[in-house]
């Protein structure tokens, strides 16, 4: 194995830039917490790995006899993909049960194998990678608005003795359309009040007006003193 050029050295390195600089324009467009430099960070730094990884195997290979021990090329590769996990972890956000951030995550970790295939001169794979990444960024959201999604919600009543019965009021909540997976009941017997959590399913292209429709009913109903959706 020849040892690398600069100029092949230049390549590696620009072509994992442009890759890092093409996926984080489209995170860093849309408000994500990866964006355009943390993108093109990755990317450059899992290819610069790969071209040292790539040198010191080239060098030691140089100096050993036949037979002897050599060190394996990919080790410094994998220990990159390990690092980048804790970098993605980083960028998800949990709020109750809905998860945001996921998709910028599985882009570092998209855009280092990016760079590891660019710094270990495997330009055709990492010019289809960085084509699928693409492809799946900018074209497919168009395609995902078609997709009828599932959206979960939570409905809190609050409730005097006069308000009618947890099952009274799953029948008109479900008559609305929505789907009641679970329910949760406590009591407050200094106010004398209840206060009942149902858990819904309901499509998310409804979500807005199921909301209103919801939340208008309950407040119609005698002895509902708060409703709130989230």
């Known amino acids: 194995m020849s040892p690398l050029s600069y100029p092949d050295i230049l390549l590696r390195v620009l072509l994992a830039f442009l890759a890092g600089f093409v ?27 790969m071209i040292v990884s790539e040198t010191l195997f080239t060098e030691s290979a140089a100096g050993t006899p036949p037979g002897s021990w050599r060190p394996d090329p990919a080790r410094l590769g994998a220990g990159i993909l390990t690092g ?23 882009s570092l970790w998209f855009v280092t194998v990016l760079g590891l295939a660019f710094g270990c001169g495997r330009f055709a794979l990492g010019l289809l ?36 019965r947890e099952e009274e009021l ?42 209103n429709k919801a939340v208008s009913e309950m407040m119609n109903c005698t002895g509902v003193v708060r409703v709130e959706w989230d």
């Open 129 to 164: 990678g960085t084509a699928v990444a693409l492809l799946t960024l900018f074209i497919l959201p168009r395609f995902e608005r078609h997709i009828r999604t599932d959206w979960f919600a939570t409905l809190t009543i609050l409730l005097t003795p006069e308000a009618p």
């Open 84 to 106: 980048i996990g804790f970098l993605g972890a980083g960028t998800i956000l949990r709020h109750d049960n809905f998860a945001r951030g996921v998709t910028t995550a599985a």
């Open 170 to 211: 799953r029948k008109r909540i479900e008559a609305l359309g929505l789907s009641v997976k679970t329910i949760r009941l406590s009591h407050d017997a200094e106010k004398r009040q209840r206060t009942i959590v149902y858990e819904l399913k309901l499509r998310k292209a409804q979500l807005f007006q199921m909301s």
């Open 23 to 49: 996926i984080g324009w489209e995170r860093q467009s849309h408000g994500r917490p990866a964006g355009l430099r943390t993108t093109i960070l990755a990317c450059v730094a899992a290819a610069v790995a």
